[in-house]
């Protein structure tokens, strides 16, 4: 396993999440409208260099994409964390590899004091999941979440985390 930058070669793969309306139903976006040439341009958009958001592919050791880490919203030391895995990859060790990898850069490389991310509570599996790695929930007001398009019931409704230093 590793991460690595995205390549154009991971957009039909993309896709495959993107499309899986379990994966997705509880999620903020709607993906199933997404299109090949979307992901590519997401891709496009990904591999340029952005001070305010980080895309990476986690990938298997044959280097076949399995899902994508993000830091988005880089601002003020802090950002806000993203993953999405495709459904062969769940429950195999991708998630929390990657996660804990863009955690580590996050902190490590961009120097960044706070990285954090919300889970709809009818997201179930996602809350076990951060709840079984030991992932800090946090109150919404100890972060800065002005201009990141959160509804006030959006903030108030989410559970939240936070892995920092």
């Given at each position: 396993?590793?991460?690595?930058q995205l390549e154009?070669?991971?957009?039909?793969f993309m896709?495959?999440?993107?499309?899986?309306a379990?994966?997705?139903k509880?999620?903020?976006?709607d993906?199933?409208?997404?299109?090949?040439?979307?992901?590519?341009?997401?891709?496009?958009?990904a591999?340029?260099?952005?001070e305010k958001d980080?895309?990476?592919?986690?990938?298997?050791d044959?280097d076949?994409?399995?899902?994508?880490?993000?830091?988005k919203?880089?601002?003020?030391?802090?950002?806000?964390f993203?993953?999405?895995?495709?459904?062969?990859?769940?429950?195999?060790g991708?998630?929390?590899f990657?996660?804990?990898k863009?955690?580590?850069y996050?902190?490590?490389?961009?120097?960044?004091?706070n990285?954090?991310?919300?889970v709809d509570?009818v997201?179930?599996?996602?809350v076990r999941?951060?709840?079984?790695?030991?992932?800090e929930?946090?109150?919404?007001?100890?972060?800065?979440?002005e201009?990141?398009g959160?509804?006030?019931?959006?903030i108030?409704?989410?559970v939240?985390?936070?892995?920092?230093?």
């Amino acid at each position: 396993m590793d991460i690595r930058q995205l390549e154009t070669k991971d957009a039909p793969f993309m896709l495959e999440w993107m499309h899986d309306a379990d994966l997705t139903k509880d999620l903020k976006k709607d993906f199933a409208s997404t299109t090949l040439e979307d992901a590519e341009g997401f891709i496009a958009y990904a591999r340029q260099a952005s001070e305010k958001d980080l895309h990476m592919a986690i990938v298997s050791d044959e280097d076949e994409y399995m899902g994508t880490v993000s830091l988005k919203h880089i601002h003020d030391g802090m950002a806000e964390f993203g993953i999405a895995v495709r459904r062969c990859a769940t429950g195999k060790g991708y998630s929390i590899f990657g996660m804990r990898k863009i955690l580590e850069y996050g902190l490590e490389e961009l120097g960044l004091n706070n990285i954090f991310w919300c889970v709809d509570p009818v997201n179930a599996r996602a809350v076990r999941f951060y709840d079984k790695n030991e992932f800090e929930r946090v109150s919404p007001d100890t972060l800065n979440l002005e201009g990141l398009g959160y509804e006030e019931d959006e903030i108030s409704r989410y559970v939240w985390y936070s892995y920092h230093r």
